[in-house]
């Protein structure tokens, strides 16, 4: 089983708004990662949030919220939360950002597929040729997730593992987020 972890505890500080709560194609962002996600083959749904809002929203789903009161700590404090609250018997732990709309449960499906048959302390997508997310990490690095600190999240400890595999998507668009004004409205354009 493959625990599902929305990380949707960022301060959009660039954004000067809640970048979750914006739509695309008319639905929030965040809903349509949590959409996707509880589709998909994971065996739970968590979502860390720091809003009501996007609380609300995961309830909707049936998702387990777990609330991060401390967002200023960073992603990690986020994944550190995910890890406490997952499932302990999960063989994967897929961590998922909030402001990925156009993620999608066959792209979540196909990853989990992978990390099912390989034997590897990690999963990553590859979208034409750019890493992205989700992610999924073997539960045996659990204590290492805990252990991270800051705003880097996983990305430093997919540098200290060798044996990752990679899924190749040829559409870049699945793996686009927003982080800006700009992508958004960059992202608005491509809704057609």
């Known amino acids: 089983m493959i625990s599902g972890i929305i990380l ?12 979750l709560l914006l739509p695309v194609k008319g639905v929030p962002v965040i809903e349509r ?13 968590i979502l860390v ?8 929203i ?12 401390a967002p200023e700590m960073g992603q990690s404090h986020s994944i550190r939360l995910g890890v406490i609250n997952s499932c302990q018997s999960a063989e994967g732990l897929m961590f998922l950002v909030g402001d990925q709309p156009f993620i999608t ?33 073997s ?14 999240g996983g990305r430093v400890l997919l540098k200290e593992l060798e044996d990752i595999t990679t899924v190749s998507f ?3 668009k699945p793996g686009m987020d927003i ?7 960059a992202m608005k354009m491509l809704e057609d």
């Not at 909707?60 to 991060?68: A, D, G, H, P």
């Open 8 to 19: 949707a505890s960022g301060l959009s500080r660039r954004m000067g708004t809640d970048k």
């Open 58 to 69: 995961g309830k909707k789903y049936r998702t387990k919220i777990v609330e991060n009161n």
């Open 170 to 172: 040829d559409d870049a």
């Open 49 to 56: 949030c720091s809003s009501d809002s996007v609380a609300n």
């Open 139 to 152: 539960s045996k690095l659990r204590h290492k997730l805990m252990n991270l600190s800051g705003d880097s």
């Open 33 to 45: 990662v949590v959409a996707a996600a509880t589709k998909s083959k994971l065996g739970e749904v």
């Open 105 to 137: 449960e066959g792209i979540i499906n196909k990853l989990i597929e992978s990390f099912t048959h390989e034997n590897c302390s990690a999963v990553v997508p590859m979208y034409n040729g750019i890493k992205g997310n989700p992610v999924i990490f």
């Open 179 to 185: 982080d800006t004004r700009e992508d958004y409205e």
